[in-house]
């Protein structure tokens, strides 16, 4: 079943304005995973953020956690190019951590315009 | 090897024809995963190993497909009889250990069912 939605599903902005997606999960987490995803390629990760932080940062990336309303964001500060990609997030279920696997969202699928 | 292989990258067959995919994780990484992406989609889980056994087989879609791994190493995911709704690339991915969060994808095999 799927845990985490993306939203929105489609993001197109500018050069070096600031990209924001926006994820929410249904049940109790231990970490929550993003991910990216250039076309036609394997998937890469990003970032992870435990249950309790709330808040972490990655060079231009910083990612966001609500636990209290199971959900999470992802900043792309100063985007380029070469940050067109999908961008999933993953939940791993809180019984388990990873025992069934992440479970992935559809994705935001982000454009980013020169 | 340095990163997740997946062979073959790219595979055409027709319907009814059986299909094996396989794995190389990262060497010492003891989690391997299998996932299903349909175009344009989230990443569906279908299997994972810890070592050679895989304790959760329910998210494989029906009897026709099967994974095996031999040696805590290399993972063969074997569809039968294959249906045109089995198009997709299915990821492989690999950890140190169940719960240590972050996977490593290989770039994935495309199957297309004619």
């Known amino acids: 079943s799927q845990q985490g939605e993306e939203d929105p599903q489609a993001l197109s902005i500018q050069e070096g304005e600031n990209a924001t997606m926006n994820c929410s999960y249904k049940?109790?987490?231990?970490?929550l995973q993003w991910y990216r995803q250039n076309s036609g390629r394997g998937l890469v990760h990003l970032i992870l953020?435990?249950?309790?932080?709330r808040e972490k940062h990655s060079g231009r990336l910083r990612v966001t956690l609500d636990t209290s309303k199971k959900s999470s964001s992802l900043l792309i500060t100063a985007s380029r190019a070469a940050d067109t990609a999908s961008y999933f997030c993953a939940t791993d279920k809180y019984s388990g951590g990873g025992a069934d696997g992440l479970t992935f969202g559809k994705g935001t699928h982000l454009i980013i315009q020169p | 090897g340095a990163g997740v292989s997946q062979s073959p990258s790219n595979k055409v067959t027709e319907k009814g024809k059986d299909v094996e995919l396989r794995c190389d994780p990262i060497s010492g990484h003891t989690a391997l995963y299998w996932y299903r992406q349909s175009l344009g989609q989230g990443l569906e889980f279908l299997i994972y190993f810890q070592g050679n056994s895989a304790p959760d087989k329910s998210g494989l879609p029906s009897d026709r497909f099967s994974a095996e791994r031999t040696g805590g190493s290399v993972s063969t995911l074997t569809i039968q009889r294959t249906q045109q709704e089995d198009s997709a690339v299915y990821l492989c991915?690999?950890?140190?250990?169940?719960?240590?969060?972050?996977?490593?994808f290989g770039e994935g095999s495309r199957l297309t069912v004619l």
């Open positions: 953020i435990r249950s309790n932080e």
């Open positions: 049940t109790s987490i231990n970490n």
């Open positions: 991915a690999s950890s140190f250990m169940v719960d240590t969060g972050e996977l490593f």
